[in-house]
């Protein structure tokens, strides 16, 4: 909000104070697709999705700090409950994974982001959105509540969804070697093998650059990526406050309670989702293509032997007949 | 791009800024709950795993304990009725040595009294003999003392041999 902006609602604030026979504006609520700023600090702009973001970081902070203090051999009711989602979780990993020591690997991170992203889901959806400020809009005087759900702003998702491409293709540095990162995307090697197996398989002066094409391609997916998991969770979250405004505009009491539990589940869904396409890139990332090709190789030459098998048998047969 | 920059409001500063929140979530989730948890959690297992080792350690040892104890009182068993059989047989072959010993003392007792018997017998009869002869010695000097002739003289030595 500009300095111009807030002094403009300070003087109609003061208006509407001091001149009670004057005619009142009434107070609306605008559903908008970005977040609401609240605060100008210098050049950075404190939105309500911004505060409720450091909401829910104090809230995962403070339950991160009882859970530590809470921390016996024998567990206690909370610790179990939070065992009990650890243990859950990692299972969900290891499904997508097949592989415990990777998972073990992946799982903080997936488990940070569901707990970021289901917290701020849930804090959009409570009613201390009606705490706000009242400023001059274009259409007369708007409410805009301190509260709104930090995934319901896309720049919360695209932070995230950016941390987890990059992240994984990161951890595949971490994992398989920059080489072997580096040739998903511009496939050198089939460049190289081009020149090497030619003599063999002529066939290769075709595949490789497709290949090399294939590997081009991966670079838009992961921008690919980052927008389909941005506007994703974006998209259902904002849907789901508008939903719920929506109710309440209806009939404020009773309506929104159904959808209110709707969009309790909602956002389990979602954040369980994002943790899931999170674990299942940095498990891409760190797998190796050059396992599947040389998989792919070694089937190839087993069916080369057999046909090699064959023919000779066929040789042997013509020679025992011509012999007869 | 431009559009979609000014439809969505997005701005790199608080992309940034929730990125940090982010980075803050996963630190303070990973060091305070994550970290402590699973070390907490795999050392509770590895607990477990162990106490369900020496269960298994226990239960074999307890039953090759049992299988040595039930040996042990076989073997006491058997070992002890074969020397109640033994006492048995000893305490029977005692009881007939003792009872043949007895039969032969008693047979030597007897065979004694009947020695005795005949020793007191022979003896009473010499004395009996003895005490005769003096009788008759008396009555033949009281005969003597009054009236000896030759022929009673001869018919009582004759009387007397003939004893």
Redesign the interface.
């Known amino acids: 909000m500009s300095t111009q902006a807030q002094t403009e609602t300070q003087l109609i604030t003061e208006n509407i104070n001091e001149a009670p026979k004057a005619v009142k504006e009434e107070i609306s609520q605008e559903i908008t ?3 609401e700023p609240i605060v100008h600090i210098k ?3 404190i ?1 309500n999705s ?1 505060l409720t ?2 909401f ?2 104090f809230i ?2 403070i ?3 009882i ?2 203090s809470k ?1 016996r ?1 024998v567990p206690g009711k909370f ?1 179990s409950v ?2 009990m989602v ?2 859950g979780a990692l299972g969900m990993c290891d499904q997508v994974t097949n592989d415990r020591a990777l998972s ?1 690997k992946i ?3 997936a ?3 569901f ?2 992203i289901l917290v701020s889901n849930w804090l959009g959806i409570m009613p201390l959105g009606g705490f706000g400020i009242v400023e001059e809009g274009k259409h007369g005087l708007l409410f805009v509540p301190f509260l709104r759900g ?1 995934t319901a ?4 998702t ?3 969804a ?2 987890a491409v990059i992240g994984a293709n990161v951890f595949g540095v971490v994992s398989i070697g920059v080489w072997k990162t580096l040739n998903k995307y511009v496939n050198l090697e089939v460049i190289g093998d081009i020149f090497k197996e030619f003599r063999k398989n002529p066939s290769i002066i075709i595949v490789s650059p497709i290949k090399f094409f294939v590997g081009l391609i991966e670079i838009v997916g992961e921008f690919a990526k980052v927008a389909s998991l941005s506007f994703r969770l974006f998209g259902n979250v904002f849907a789901g406050e508008v939903l719920l405004a929506s109710m309440a505009a209806l009939m404020a009491y009773i309506v929104p309670i159904p959808f209110l539990f709707l969009e309790i589940l909602v956002g389990v869904v979602q954040a369980l989702i994002f943790s899931i396409l999170l674990v299942v890139y940095f498990t891409i990332g760190a797998s190796d293509h050059d396992e599947h090709h040389e998989e792919h190789h070694e089937v190839n030459k087993i069916h080369e032997e057999n046909r090699h098998g064959k023919e000779e048998d066929r040789l042997i047969k013509e020679a025992i007949e011509e012999i007869a | 791009m431009e559009s979609i920059i000014s439809t969505f409001h997005i701005d790199w500063k608080i992309i940034i800024a929730q990125a940090i929140n982010f980075g803050v979530v996963f630190t303070v989730l990973y060091l305070y709950a994550l970290k402590p948890l699973s070390k907490l959690m795999s050392e509770r297992s590895e607990k477990i795993g162990r106490g369900i080792d020496d269960a298994k350690i226990n239960a074999e040892l307890l039953e090759k304990t049992r299988k040595e104890y039930e040996d042990v009182i076989s073997k006491a068993k058997t070992e002890a009725n074969k020397i109640f059989q033994d006492s048995k047989k000893e305490a029977l072959a005692e009881k007939a040595q003792m009872l043949e010993g007895a039969k032969n003392e008693v047979t030597t007792v007897i065979e004694n009294g009947k020695k005795m018997l005949e020793a007191e017998k022979v003896k009473m009869l010499e004395e009996t003999k003895k005490e005769i002869v003096n009788l008759a010695m008396l009555a033949t000097e009281k005969l003597i003392s009054t009236k000896i002739d030759k022929s009673f003289n001869d018919k009582t030595v004759k009387d007397l041999n003939n004893l």
């Not at chain 1, 702003?153 to 919360?156: A, K, L, W, Y």
């Open positions: 697709l970005f977040a050049n950075l702009t939105t911004l973001s450091w829910a970081v995962i902070i339950i991160s700090l859970l530590r921390l051999a610790q939070f065992e650890v243990e073990v799982f903080p991170l488990i940070s982001a707990f970021f930090a702003d896309i720049n919360t695209i932070a995230l950016v941390m």
